[in-house]
Structures are given as C-alpha cells and as structure tokens.
C-alpha cells in the first residue's frame, strides 16, 4: 500500500510539474509578443524596455526548462536528482513572483519615464525627418496606421523644420495622397484633411491598456497558477518520500549510517568497571 501510496504521489507531482512547465511557456510566449511589439517601436523605445521584456522571456524559458527537467526526474527509477532540480525552482520562482510585484509597484513611476523618454526620441526622429530616410519611413508607417500626426498634435510638425513650417506630411490626411498636406497649417480646419491627434498619446494609451490587460488575464492567473501548482508539489513530494533526507541542508546536518552503526556500536559494547 506503501508503494501505492508513493507512486501516486510522484505522478501528482508530476502532474503539477508540467503545470508549471505550461506557466513557464506562457510567459515565454507572452514576453514574446512584448518584445515584438516593443520592437516595433524600437527606434523611438530606450535599451532598458528591451533588457526587462528580455529578463520575463529568460524566465519563461527558465520556469519551462527546470520544471520539465524535475517533472523527469520526479518518476525516474533513481530520483536522486530531483530534490535538486526542486530547489532550483522554487528559487526560479520565487524570483520571479518577486519581480513580479516590484513591477506592479513600481509600474506608474516606470510609465511616465518612458513617456517622457519616447517622448524626446519621437522629437529628436522628427527633427531629421526630411534627412533621415529610416525617420521619414518610420513616421510615415506610424501615422498612417494609428491614424495620427506628430508626437504630441500635428502643429509639431510646424516647428520641426519640415518643409515650409507649414506642411504636414502625407501621411497625416484622411485621405493620403501627394500634397495633400500643404498648408495644413493655414487650414481653417484641419481635422476635415487631417488626423490632428499626435501619435505619442495614443501609443501610450495602448500600452497602458496592454499592461493592465496582461497583468489581469496572463500574469495573475500563471502567478496563482505557479502558486497552486507548487504547494501540490511540495505536498506531494512529502507524500511519496522525496523530501526525506535529499534537501541538501537536512543532508548536511543529518549524521551519516556509519556514525550512527559506531554510536550504536559504543552502547551495545560491555560495560568494564575500572579496578
């Protein structure tokens, strides 16, 4: 019954594990698209966005690797190396879990510095836009699809030395076609030829929206998910055996068999009164 016992545990163990695996994959895949949509805007997005959607891609691939490899382990004949993998998993996790929570914390400070960072490349990448072939292309992208003009409003445009400081570029209108915005500025009105909401503020509300969606409908869940999933763990790493005597600390303070046979020895040997 003993070994009934144990081998369903290692199996719900295993269970959990691949779980776990799953989670990791996730936040593979959804880091993933974080850095696609970050390199989308990579001319205009400072090195740290990159460096952080780096670290939650790096952690998937972690999460995913280890617990596959404990989950392997878990059912092998010899799970000597299970503990092992154990410990550095949790420690994966509670990393992340961690960091997890400094973003969440920190994410309003964390929002308007990059405002205010993109917000000085868009200026600057406006500034060249009549020199600078990869900046004229980049904005005309830009504008067309989001439908909007300039960083701010489309009056950037009249002091960013483009053209006659009173031109937009095509891009901008409702309707894009050559010339179509000459003398946007002398327009009595504009928002009839053209998109007059500057691209920043709209870019800035979706990745706003798309952080708070993340955090609710994907980080959430796979962090209570990991939760979940590690206390039935550990719970049946407990049940099948796995913890006694493998955690490396109970390994180090435990004496051995032979220490314990010559304790053993010492009291079973006669007692000799001295003369």
Not at 90 to 95: E, V
């Given at each position: 019954r003993k070994m009934r016992v144990k081998t369903t545990a290692e199996y719900v163990a295993f269970g959990a594990l691949l779980f776990i695996t799953v989670t990791g994959l996730a936040?593979?895949?959804?880091?993933?698209?974080m850095l696609a949509w970050a390199a989308y805007l990579s001319p205009w997005m400072p090195s740290w966005v990159f460096v952080t959607l780096s670290v939650v891609t790096g952690t998937g691939v972690a999460v995913a690797a280890t617990s596959a490899a404990t989950a392997i382990a878990t059912i092998a004949p010899k799970p000597q190396a299970a503990h092992k993998l154990l410990v550095v998993?949790?420690?994966?996790?509670?990393?992340?879990?961690?960091?997890?929570?400094?973003?969440?914390?920190?994410?309003p400070l964390w929002s308007v510095k990059l405002y205010k960072q993109v917000e000085e490349n868009m200026q600057d990448s406006l500034a060249v836009y009549s020199t600078n072939r990869s900046s004229a292309a980049m904005w005309d992208e830009i504008q067309f699809e989001v439908s909007c003009c300039g960083v701010l409003q489309y009056t950037d445009w009249f002091v960013s030395g483009y053209s006659d400081d009173s031109?937009?570029?095509?891009?901008?209108?409702?309707?894009?076609q050559p010339g179509c915005g000459q003398g946007i500025r002398h327009s009595?009105?504009?928002?009839?030829?053209?998109d007059?909401?500057?691209?920043?503020?709209?870019?800035?509300?979706?990745?706003s929206k798309s952080f708070h969606t993340l955090s609710n409908e994907a980080l959430l869940p796979i962090?209570?998910?990991?939760?979940?999933?590690?206390?039935?763990?550990?719970?049946?790493?407990?049940?099948?055996?796995?913890?006694?005597?493998?955690?490396?600390?109970?390994?180090?303070?435990?004496?051995?068999?032979?220490s314990i046979?010559?304790?053993?020895?010492?009291?079973?040997?006669?007692?000799?009164?001295?003369?």
């Open positions: 936040l593979l895949v959804l880091g993933a698209c998993l949790l420690i994966i996790l509670g990393l992340e879990i961690f960091a997890a929570a400094f973003v969440t914390v920190r994410q031109s937009v570029p095509d891009a901008c209108c409702l309707l894009p009595p009105d504009p928002e009839d030829q053209i007059t909401q500057g691209c920043l503020p709209i870019l800035s509300s979706a990745w962090a209570i998910i990991q939760v979940i999933m590690v206390t039935v763990l550990l719970l049946s790493y407990r049940q099948a055996g796995l913890l006694n005597g493998h955690v490396p600390l109970m390994v180090a303070i435990r004496p051995s068999s032979s046979n010559k304790q053993h020895a010492v009291n079973a040997a006669p007692y000799t009164p001295m003369a």
